[in-house]
């Protein structure tokens, strides 16, 4: 089992529509999640950190955790083209900063 | 905000040479920076964790005589592919830790011929 899961791609979602993002871990342990989107070619950016269970929004994006369940997961609301990426869900274990990163999810929103 | 460049953005080289790429973060100071390689189609793999003063710590598998680990300032990381051979041909990208976050560099894009 891989530490750091994400739902395979690449997902496909119209202009104006919800994508949804999935994501799970398997340390307990793991204090910070965080989401990242990639650009073909670029290297990640930061979109949403969440520490604590629940949502938590920013804009158009949702980033929600269930430690019970192990989950994290990022929606986005009124998706654009612009966001057709591929998204990339970290998890930090608290060992000075250093990240375990998903396997990504490919997004691709058609106008 | 946070920024962290890298240098090249892009190398070329034979097979057989060294290849140095640098990493500085450009307003913070970070004790602690992070080397990555992409693969295309590929999640990131983390090499190895540069520590500021001190040895670098290298993920299993990573050749730690083949990627050379300098953090010789707190604003700057070195990563040297020795003897590169077309198989390192890869994406690098450092990151910056500072204030509980990751700040990603833009990148090297390196081909070995």
């Known amino acids: 089992q891989k530490e750091v899961e994400q739902n395979s791609g690449p997902l496909s979602v119209p202009e104006g529509a919800i994508a949804s993002l999935n994501c799970t871990y398997s340390?307990?342990?793991?204090?910070?999640f965080f989401w990242y989107r990639q650009y073909s070619g670029k290297s990640p950016e930061l979109i949403m950190s969440?520490?604590?269970?629940g949502d938590k929004e920013d804009g158009r994006f949702t980033a929600q955790l269930n430690k019970a369940s192990q989950y994290v997961s990022l929606l986005i609301r009124d998706s654009q083209p612009s966001d057709s990426a591929t998204y990339l869900c970290?998890?930090?274990?608290?060992?000075?900063?250093?990240?375990?990163f998903g396997q990504g999810t490919e997004l691709s929103v058609k106008p | 905000g946070a920024v962290v460049s890298q240098h090249p953005s892009w190398v070329i080289c034979k097979s057989g040479t060294s290849v140095k790429i640098e990493c500085r973060s450009l307003?913070?100071?970070?004790?602690?920076m992070f080397w990555y390689r992409q693969f295309p189609k590929q999640s990131l793999m983390l090499m190895a964790t540069s520590n500021e003063g001190s040895k670098a710590t290298y993920e299993q598998g990573v050749e730690k005589d083949k990627f050379l680990i300098n953090h010789a300032s707190l604003t700057l990381s070195t990563l040297t592919v020795t003897s590169a051979h077309p198989e390192d041909s890869s994406f690098y990208i450092c990151s910056a830790y500072s204030a509980g976050e990751q700040f990603f560099g833009p990148g090297t894009r390196l081909t070995v011929l």
């Open positions: 969440i520490y604590s269970n």
């Open positions: 307003d913070f100071q970070a004790t602690t």
């Open positions: 970290a998890v930090n274990r608290g060992q000075g900063g250093k990240l375990i």
């Open positions: 340390d307990r342990g793991s204090q910070s």
